[in-house]
């Protein structure tokens, strides 16, 4: 029997294009996306608070940090003033020392 004008050399038909249409998604296939999906969603909600809790846990250690700092450079400004204070009383004292030699 000689291959007709549609078979390829093996004896198959040719592909033309006019294959069977695509067939929908089955039901269950819709579900178990719907599933997959909502497993996402829920994962990345998850995601998202975790990464909210831990960007306000470091907004709450920068806001500690700056009122620590803010204590330091007042006690700083403070020891800065009695050091002042007491040198100038260093020179006092020692002027008046100078005097009653």
Known sequence: VAPSAHSTPNGSASQTGRGPPPTPPRRH????N????S???KDTQKQLAAAE???QAKVADEQTLEAKLGLLQMEHETMSSDL?????????LESEKEHLR
């Open 29 to 32: 296939d819709k579900a178990d």
């Open 34 to 37: 719907d599933a997959g999906l």
């Open 39 to 41: 497993k996402l969603l």
């Open 53 to 55: 809790k831990a960007m």
């Open 84 to 92: 002042d204070s007491t040198r100038e009383r260093a020179q006092v």
